[in-house]
């Protein structure tokens, strides 16, 4: 299927592994010049497919980077036509043992570089009368997980600034919607389990199963699947959606709405 993203200009965040590089890679493959933005970057410019993926440093949790972004990407590529806004996961710990500090550290890495991205690229974006956006997310903000409160609670405050940034710049050609992963095997979650079973005396393979049995599909998700899907949310194939979430989780979310 062609997502006709050719000659794009894509932003990509939390893009040097994981779900941010897959959906980096996606958008190359398809044509696109990406943008891909980490703390650490020991790539270089790199063609894919008929696209391309280049690497900048960029500190997400520091006041003011979102916006400097969107601002670089402007001025050296001329326009915007897809933000993708990942941020790095939260600490998981019980609510009760968490401090002040760990709320202010998630809002710092989590809602508040989201908030800069897609005001800037907003802007940038109903200047030029098009573009799309897309923001990964979690299931988690649909059914929250044991020690997720951080994941979950600015989760849905991003989802509730998605849906209305969606609403305020659809008449002005800009789509705006997330897409809500599920256990994907990247980085992030082999610490998770790793984590798990020091806690437990266990070890990596039994969490790991543990969180399997939890799925309905029986197996965590690839993060080229993550990638693949906000690719094609970013493109203009689902044209109809705005403020709209897409969920990839293998079945885990056990509401039916
Ligand atoms: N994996 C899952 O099962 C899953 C499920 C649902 C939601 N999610 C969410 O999806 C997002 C990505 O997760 P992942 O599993 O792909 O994680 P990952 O494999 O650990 O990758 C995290 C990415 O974030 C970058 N990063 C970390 N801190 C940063 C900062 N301060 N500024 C800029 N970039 C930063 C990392 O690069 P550097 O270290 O080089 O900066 C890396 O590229 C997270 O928000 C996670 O909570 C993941």
């Known amino acids: 299927m062609d997502l006709a ?15 941010g590089r897959a959906a980096a890679e996606r ?10 933005a980490a703390r650490s970057q020991d790539r270089e410019t790199e063609e894919v497919g008929r696209g391309g993926i280049v690497p900048v440093v960029a500190d997400l949790g520091e006041a003011g980077a979102g916006s400097a972004l969107v601002e670089q990407v402007r001025e050296e ?18 609510a009760l043992e968490l401090t002040w500090e760990d709320w202010t550290g998630a809002h710092d890495a989590m809602l508040r570089p989201v908030v800069e991205l897609m005001t800037a690229a907003g802007r940038v974006m109903v ?22 409160v951080l994941s979950a609670a600015y989760r849905s405050a991003q989802s509730s600034f998605v849906k209305s940034l969606a609403g305020e710049i ?12 599920g256990a994907t095997g990247t980085e992030r979650m082999e610490n998770i389990l ?13 969490e790991l199963d543990r969180v399997v049995a939890d799925i309905p599909l029986g197996r965590w998700g690839e993060a080229h699947e993550i990638g693949d899907l906000i690719a094609f949310v970013a493109s203009d194939l689902p044209g109809f959606s705005t403020g709209s979430s897409f969920v990839i989780d293998g079945g885990a979310i056990r509401s039916a709405h």
């Open 77 to 94: 590529h001329g326009r915007l036509d897809v933000l993708v806004a990942n941020t790095p996961g939260p600490k998981l710990s019980p």
């Open 27 to 36: 958008l190359a493959s398809e044509g696109a010049t990406v943008i891909a």
């Open 5 to 19: 993203l050719n000659g794009k200009v894509a932003l990509v965040t939390a893009a040097s592994r994981g779900i």
């Open 194 to 206: 790793r984590s798990k079973a020091e806690t437990n005396g266990t070890d990596r393979d039994t």
């Open 170 to 181: 659809a008449p002005r050609g800009v789509r705006v919607n997330q897409v809500l992963v």
């Open 127 to 148: 200047g030029q009368g098009s573009g799309a956006m897309v923001l990964v997310s979690s299931s988690w903000v649909r059914q929250p997980a044991p020690a997720g």
